[in-house]
């Protein structure tokens, strides 16, 4: 993980802690358990899947009780089969109980994600395509939802609305509207503005706007809801007015129709299904 998500997790950590423990403690575990009581706790996949997350586990423990020894098993981005070890946890029972739920809300969210996107790069079959992210993530865990998507093959996609230029089809509705400019003149008005180094990419839903977009070279044209008829044109066109340009595939996308996406030869395509509805990839936390 890169130093900034550590620091998100951190934030998420408390935030987490907070929610179940406000300004009390772990009623139920404190009633029953004994300060003394000491265990050893086994976090284990209960499903095939991709691992993502493990490196919030100490990080959860450190909030709660730093004596607590994790022996973390497998890295972030393993394959995971039923019975795998994904870590074990030693020390007070009442700290185990206290951070089960937390720890297991994290690992099952960013590994389901992680293997969700797997399961896209392998049915696209084509290495050179990307499969990206989308800005459609659960408010407050982007970066952590993002970070899953590399941990199982993906790509991401611009982090927020602040690091590169996507002009889309209500911006271009908006400007031509009220400007009465064409697509062409919108491309070499965002070129103006833009700072050097930063990607431009506009998306377009016919191949009339890709054939005037093409000749002013943005970094990236978004060709949204095409047929595989229509991207394979939209390639053979970008081939040969703009071989620089890349082509990135939006909507219309599942596990059924990916690899037919991807043999048309677009570069990337981007799934918004990756962070807002990956099923939760089950993980037990068993005591030994």
């Not at 993502?52 to 709660?64: H, M, R, S």
């Not at 031509?176 to 070499?188: C, D, F, K, M, N």
Request: hydrophobic share 40%; glycine share 8%; with cysteine.
């Amino acid at each position: 993980m890169q130093t900034h998500e550590i620091l998100d997790a951190r934030r998420l950590i408390h935030i987490a802690l907070a929610e179940d423990l406000a300004d009390s403690s772990d009623l139920t575990t404190n009633m029953m358990i004994s300060k003394e009581d000491r265990g050893s706790v086994k976090i284990g996949a209960r499903q095939t899947g991709v691992l993502a997350g493990v490196e919030l586990i100490p990080l959860v423990f450190q909030e709660i009780d730093g004596d607590v020894n994790c022996q973390i098993s497998m890295r972030d981005g393993a394959t995971l089969n039923p019975g795998d070890c994904v870590a074990r946890l030693e020390g007070s029972v009442r700290s185990l109980l206290t951070a089960e739920r937390t720890v297991l809300n994290f690992l099952t969210c960013l590994s389901g994600i992680a293997s969700l996107t797997r399961q896209y790069v392998t049915a696209a079959k084509r290495p050179k395509t990307k499969i990206l992210d989308t800005r459609k993530t659960i408010p407050g865990l982007r970066s952590l939802q993002k970070y899953a998507v590399r941990c199982g093959g993906g790509t991401n996609h611009r982090v927020g609305l602040y690091d590169a230029v996507l002009v889309k089809d209500n911006h271009l509705a908006a400007w031509i509207g009220h400007s009465g400019h064409t697509l062409a003149e919108a491309v070499r008005h965002v070129r103006s503005k833009t700072p050097q180094g930063m990607i431009v990419e506009f998306e377009v839903d016919t191949l009339e706007q890709l054939r005037e977009i093409l000749p002013e070279r943005p970094d990236m044209v978004l060709l949204d809801n095409m047929s595989l008829n229509d991207l394979e044109t939209a390639v053979s066109l970008r081939n040969e007015l703009a071989p620089g340009v890349l082509l990135e595939a939006s909507g219309g996308v599942n596990l059924e129709t990916v690899g037919g996406i991807a043999a048309t030869g677009v570069d990337r395509i981007s799934i918004g299904a990756l962070t807002h509805s990956a099923p939760a990839l089950d993980l037990g936390f068993d005591w030994e």
